[in-house]
């Protein structure tokens, strides 16, 4: 029998692995875990679910889906050098210097975390004009807004804005006048558009009229700065408390044609306004915790000319 045994491993006849019991087994049995997110650059770096994430590792490739908050994971990843690769859905497209890879090394009984893949939605760009009836009006804001995106705005010319750079999909625009001019009736002043990538499209003009001329007069310590005017029929005043209070703005004759109602102004940059529509009109007006007559202390006249 022991020739026998001899001549078996003289022919190489394998009997097997030994083992003392504290050494690993034969083969790469020790696992870690690699995990990374995915995530829109465009919207608040939320995380994005339901995108797959191919990963290569020393056991070969699979593929993975992200989930809520756009995380994946792979436990029980095998040692060694692994690389993902974002698969990328045909919504988006890679950020600034995003590559769409990444290589790391997995240790034993660790987590190793990879850097967060970037995606960007694609862009386009909307267009448009304020009016007032056929003539292009430059001034104002035109604010593009979406839930969970930065806001873009613009200040059109004349011959109208452009707001660039807006990932595709639904915006609301948002458009407040110049001080020249007021929305017309009926005119919400707001746009709901759909932005295509690559593409520019164009938002419903917002439409405006002339704004009656606004003159202001400021209460001032025991003064009515400016508070002597004389205006055409049409003309908005606007009273301005600058100083707190407590101030009045009362006019002398309540009962004239035109005249506005008593006013009360106790609060610092309280306002209050008033058009005059009749014409050849004089109205006097005073202070009266500051005054004594319509004549004397804080006081003012507005004439309204024919």
Not at 189 to 194: L, N, Q
Request: overall charge negative; some cysteine.
């Amino acid at each position: 029998m022991r020739g026998i045994y001899i001549g078996m491993i003289a022919a190489g006849v394998g009997l097997g692995a030994c083992s003392s019991g504290d050494g690993p087994p034969t083969g790469n049995a020790q696992t870690g875990t690699i995990a990374g997110q995915v995530i829109d650059a465009d919207s608040g770096n939320s995380g994005v679910s339901g995108v797959s994430v191919q990963l290569a590792g020393p056991a070969g490739t699979q593929t993975v889906t992200t989930g809520a908050g756009g995380g994946f994971s792979v436990a029980n990843a095998a040692t060694g050098a692994w690389t993902a690769t974002l698969q990328l859905p045909a919504s988006y497209r890679l950020a600034a210097n995003e590559t769409g890879t990444r290589s790391s090394t997995v240790t034993a009984s660790q987590t190793t975390t990879l850097a967060m893949f970037l995606m960007a939605r694609p862009k386009g760009s909307v267009t448009g004009t304020a009016t007032e009836g056929s003539t292009g009006i430059a001034g104002g804001t035109v604010e593009a807004t979406r839930p969970g995106f930065t806001a873009h705005d613009a200040t059109p010319t004349a011959a109208g804005y452009t707001i660039a750079d807006l990932s595709a999909g639904p915006w609301s625009l948002a458009y407040t006048p110049p001080e020249t001019h007021d929305l017309v009736s009926g005119e919400s002043g707001t746009r709901t558009v759909t932005i295509a990538e690559s593409a520019t499209t164009t938002a419903n003009a917002f439409e405006l009229e002339a704004a009656p001329e606004v003159v202001v007069i400021r209460l001032n310590g025991t003064t009515f700065e400016g508070g002597t005017i004389t205006i055409a029929p049409g003309t908005t005043v606007r009273w301005i408390n600058e100083s707190g209070g407590p101030h009045t703005v009362t006019p002398e004759n309540t009962s004239q044609t035109g005249v506005w109602q008593d006013q009360t102004m106790s609060t610092q940059g309280q306002v209050f306004e008033h058009t005059f529509t009749a014409a050849n009109q004089t109205y006097r007006y005073r202070c009266v915790p500051h005054s004594t007559s319509f004549t004397s202390g804080m006081v003012g006249v507005i004439t309204v000319t024919s």
